[in-house]
């Protein structure tokens, strides 16, 4: 993502920061040096950052789980409304959502346990000034007694059954693991969006600028999850040979580049196959067409750009097993016969219209290729 720097690297997880988050350490300094002066600035600044560090390890610690678990993590990227953490694919068994998604909280609370103990022990030696953590003067009790407090809310505010937060993916679980993912999704998620709206209520009546925008970001993602799951219900039973796009031309590897364009303009879909007799060769988009057109390599072969990355699903590979699938950064898939060949093409773009005109209309009939897609199935999740 732009706009972020990396910071650091854990797990060989890079954690970035996004600029904005200067903004709320920006805040901290004014807030606490406005009343406290340069001495108040500072402690804002230290206290806003050690509370993102705080953040940083509630995200590592949904990634270190979900690594366990066999997912990938991307990154780790801190925002001034908190932190995401970034997982290749999902989760596919509710029991390993539940443990990735309670690792977060947890913590925090190992955190704010620790800091605790230390308050303690500190007030035993008489090293803790309580009646400077409780009139909130900038020093070292009243950083520890706020980073306690802020790792407390962090751990509890993020258990909240309201999704996609950790407590309603821990609601969705246990749903998932009773009545199966589909069900289970729409329904911690139809709750996460009537909860989503009492938390936007409760922040503009409060004037908590931040919530409120944290409970509509809430209601749109809760909002997404719903209407997939409905989708993926939808066309459940449907197989790849169901989606398959047959293409309307090939393109032969020997065909120039100038007249692969000029093939191309008699059709619209997005990807054309290069194909030798039965033998899918490559596979090239439009935009790679033009690409090339604009560098002037209007004669070469269509082979010299013809990408060979793409997928291969057999003709009776599952919708489920597919959306999947599709996955990394050609996202083209090659539906095949079982003896390996070629019958057509799933593309993402298309594969998001099926899901949402299944999302809107029930199993597709037959789908559209290269409309918009307003539902995309995501192929990496946010924690
Ligand atoms: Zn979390």
Redesign the pocket.
């Given at each position: 993502m732009s706009w972020s720097l990396q910071v650091a690297r854990a797990f060989g997880i890079p954690i970035r920061v996004h600029l904005t988050f200067l903004l709320i350490v920006a805040w901290g300094a004014f807030t606490w040096g406005s009343q406290h002066g340069a001495r108040g600035a500072l402690f804002g600044v230290v206290s806003m950052l050690l509370l993102f560090v705080s953040v940083a390890l509630?995200?590592l610690g949904?990634s270190v789980v979900a690594q366990r678990r066999g997912l990938a993590v991307r990154e780790i990227l801190l925002l001034p409304i908190g932190g995401i953490a970034a997982l290749d694919g999902k989760p596919s068994r509710p029991r390993d959502e539940l443990w990735i998604a309670l690792a977060?909280?947890a913590v925090n609370f190992v955190i704010a346990v620790g800091l605790g103990a230390a308050i303690f022990g500190l007030n035993a030696a008489g090293h803790f000034d309580l009646a400077a953590a409780r009139a909130m003067t900038p020093g070292g009790s009243t950083l520890v007694a706020l980073l306690l407090l802020g790792n407390l809310t962090l751990g509890l505010f993020?258990l909240l059954p309201i999704f996609p937060m950790?407590g309603g993916r821990v609601l969705r679980a246990l749903l998932a693991g009773r009545f199966g993912m589909e069900r289970g999704t729409r329904w911690a998620a139809g709750f996460g969006q009537v909860a989503a709206v009492g938390l936007g209520a409760f922040a503009v009546l409060s004037g908590a600028l931040v919530l409120s925008v944290i409970a509509v970001m809430i209601f749109f993602a809760a909002g997404r999850e719903r209407m997939e799951a409905k989708a993926l219900g939808a066309m459940k039973g449907l197989r790849a040979a169901d989606l398959a796009q047959v293409p309307g031309l090939l393109l032969e590897p020997g065909d120039s580049i100038g007249h692969a364009v000029a093939k191309a303009l008699r059709t619209s879909d997005g990807v054309l196959p290069v194909v030798l007799g039965e033998t899918l060769l490559g596979v090239v988009t439009r935009a790679e067409l033009a690409l090339a057109m604009q560098r002037g390599r209007a004669h070469e072969p269509v082979a010299a750009i013809a990408s060979k990355a793409w997928v291969e699903v057999e003709l009776g590979t599952p919708v489920e097993t597919v959306i999947e699938s599709m996955d990394g950064a050609r996202a083209v898939m090659a539906v095949v016969h079982d003896d390996g060949v070629p019958v057509g093409v799933i593309t993402r773009d298309h594969l998001h219209s099926a899901v949402l005109l299944s999302s809107l209309a029930g199993p597709p009939k037959t789908v559209a290729p290269g409309a918009p897609s307003g539902v995309a199935p995501r192929d990496r999740t946010e924690?």
């Open positions: 509630h995200e949904h977060g909280p993020n950790d924690w």
